[in-house]
């Protein structure tokens, strides 16, 4: 008996969808695979289903997993499942018409892109299938259907307008495709780009995947499964493989929730951070999955930019069909998976500084800028970021760090602000005069060591509606019950006015006012920034490269001072040393402050100063 050959056309719409992936220059194009093994778990997800609800399958012991075979000599893919399969009319359903809209909308996709064409959406159509035609001239496939009486069919066209149906012999159950690859396309034949692209798209297919008779998909999709069932073990092969780490994480974060949002998630802070070590931006390192399947790996979108250190996975089956790079960005659904994932792992945090200090003080040590980052930039999450901020004070030793909320809860009962001060380390802030009042008065300052966090704090303003004030700055206003009186030592009120006149005449541009300290104990002067603080000071000097320009700078005198009440007694007396040590003093006061200053003059000055002191 002959058998019978049907040849059928494919509808307008699938030529047409055919002819944009034939002719696609698509740079990604390995994305097939992952379509075509999305495909193969689907239809084994149906038959499992179906095995659940009762009807007798065939093949009931044959086991649900994918085979793939690749032929390098004839240049063939093919792919097995002993899924669902198809019948006839679900052959020429699925294959050959628009059973649904996914087509259409594909098209109609596609069409408003112009050159940019992302078949990377295809599978999200519904019509992952065709990508086949991305690597393949002609595509070959057997199928078996579950249903007893079923027939085994094959189907097969070269997608340019038509494709026949025939009968086969009987195969067991489920489809094998067998793809025909173009000659740019050979190296799908290859067994080591199978076994890549697997990895990177299809590791945690629910069903075993085998290239070449060797299983590949070794990793299970942890995420999915309930964290009292997996070993530390598992969870640290886990964070190695999609991590590409050899070492085990610092942190880790397991959790499901069902609502805002269907998720499961699976997030790890690795041991070191290598950003910190000069290896550049580190790229994202979480990635964003829909039932298993890879969406978009390292999403840019998903998480935000400041913690790009984290390893992991979000799974979601919420996920909209038309998501593609473009519209991640705009995604609300995607922008609610940021929102939900990122509170969850502040409030982890929170957690682990409370009840793991120590390790979270390594975790500081390493990842603290990332933090910082976000509480400048992130306004969304900012009240959360500020409570994981840690310091040095003057109440602590070195080494030893507190947060604001340990501040704030022994603050004085009067004391209506949070003091701090910015310096390139302790041991220049403590050597600085800018601690003196604060000493004097037992008030705790925060010790900042880098611009960022002045940056914060002068951006928050404030912290449980304390105000967060720089020690150093000018208009520093100490309240009433705190205002440090004035000492019986001092010089006259009217010599102050004289002298401090007599010093901004001398010191013409570099100083905006001279004035007599109200904070000044055991240093003879102090300069402040009229820009508010002196870090911002240094940081215009820095940004502006002018080393050499600090700026103007408003100067404050101790009038309690022996130097000071000696330089006014040279400046009555009309010593012209008087000029010489004024402009030492100043500059004193200017390193004090962290400020650079050209050594030039400073060198000579001090020789004719030393010359003094020895003649």
Not at 336 to 364: D, H, I
Not at 400 to 417: C, F, G, H, N, P
Request: net charge negative.
């Amino acid at each position: 008996m002959s058998t019978v050959v049907e040849t059928k056309e494919f509808q307008t719409e699938i030529r047409q969808l055919l002819d944009i992936v034939i002719h696609s220059l698509y740079t990604e194009r390995e994305i097939f695979l992952r379509e075509l093994i999305s495909n193969a778990a689907d239809a084994m997800e149906k038959l499992r289903y179906m095995q659940l609800t009762g009807p007798v399958v065939k093949d009931k012991d044959l086991e649900l997993e994918i085979h793939i075979d690749t032929d390098d000599n004839a240049h063939t893919l093919t792919i097995t499942d002993t899924g669902i399969g198809m019948t006839k009319e679900e052959l020429v359903e699925n294959l050959g018409t628009i059973a649904h809209s996914g087509s259409k909308e594909f098209i109609k996709h596609l069409s408003t892109k112009g050159d940019q064409k992302d078949l990377n959406l295809i599978g999200q159509f519904g019509v992952g299938f065709y990508s086949a035609f991305m690597v393949a001239d002609k595509v070959t496939l057997y199928t078996r259907s579950y249903q007893m009486d079923g027939e085994s069919l094959i189907w097969e066209s070269d997608g340019v307008g038509s494709y026949t149906i025939t009968e086969g012999e009987d195969l067991s159950r489920g489809t094998k495709m067998v793809l025909h690859l173009k000659e740019d396309a050979h190296d799908f034949a290859k067994e080591e780009t199978i076994q890549r692209v697997i990895k990177q798209y299809s590791s945690f297919v629910p069903y075993p995947i085998s290239v070449n008779g060797q299983k590949v998909n070794t990793v299970d999709a942890l995420w999915t499964k309930n964290k009292n069932e997996i070993t530390d073990d598992e969870y640290n092969e886990f964070y190695k493989f999609i991590g590409n780490a050899y070492d085990e994480p610092l942190f880790r974060l397991h959790f499901s929730s069902d609502a805002p949002l269907n998720i499961n998630t699976l997030l790890f802070v690795p041991k070191e951070n290598f950003e910190q070590f000069g290896f550049g931006r580190t790229e994202p390192g979480v990635s964003l999955y829909c039932k298993k399947v890879l969406i978009q790996e390292k999403s840019q979108a998903v998480l935000p930019e400041w913690l790009r250190f984290l390893k992991g996975v979000i799974d979601s089956e919420e996920l909209p069909l038309n998501i593609s790079r473009e519209t991640m960005q705009d995604s609300a659904l995607v922008g609610k998976l940021n929102k939900v994932v990122t509170s969850r792992f502040l409030k982890f945090l929170e957690n682990q500084a409370a009840n793991e200090p120590e390790k979270y003080k390594e975790f500081w040590e390493k990842f603290n800028f990332f933090i910082k980052e976000g509480a400048a930039n992130d306004f969304t999450h900012r009240k959360e970021l500020l409570k994981l901020l840690k310091f040095e004070s003057s109440n602590t030793q070195a080494g030893e760090l507190i947060s604001l909320a340990d501040y704030v809860s022994r603050m004085k009962e009067d004391q209506t602000a949070i003091y701090y001060v910015n310096g390139p380390s302790r041991e220049v802030i403590e050597s600085g005069p800018y601690l003196e009042i604060f000493r004097d008065k037992g008030l705790e300052v925060i010790y900042t060591y880098a611009a960022i966090d002045d940056y914060i704090f002068g951006s928050v303003g404030e912290y449980e509606g304390k105000k967060l004030t720089s020690a150093d700055q000018a208009d520093l206003d100490l309240s009433d019950s705190e205002q440090k009186a004035r000492s019986e030592h001092a010089l006259a009120e009217e010599d102050v006015q004289a002298l401090t006149s007599w010093l901004k005449e001398v010191l013409g541009s570099k100083v905006t006012e001279v004035r007599e300290s109200k904070r000044l104990v055991d240093s003879p002067a102090v300069v402040l920034s009229p820009y508010g603080t002196n870090s911002m000071q240094r940081m215009m000097q820095l940004v502006n490269k002018d080393l050499n320009n600090v700026g103007p700078s408003v100067l404050e005198i101790n009038a309690a001072h022996q130097m000071i009440k000696r330089l006014d007694s040279a400046r009555k007396n009309g010593d012209t040393f008087a000029k010489i040590a004024a402009e030492q003093i100043f500059e004193n006061a200017q390193i004090a402050a962290g400020l650079i200053v050209d050594p030039r003059g400073m060198v000579n000055r001090l020789n004719e100063i030393l010359e003094r002191a020895l003649g």
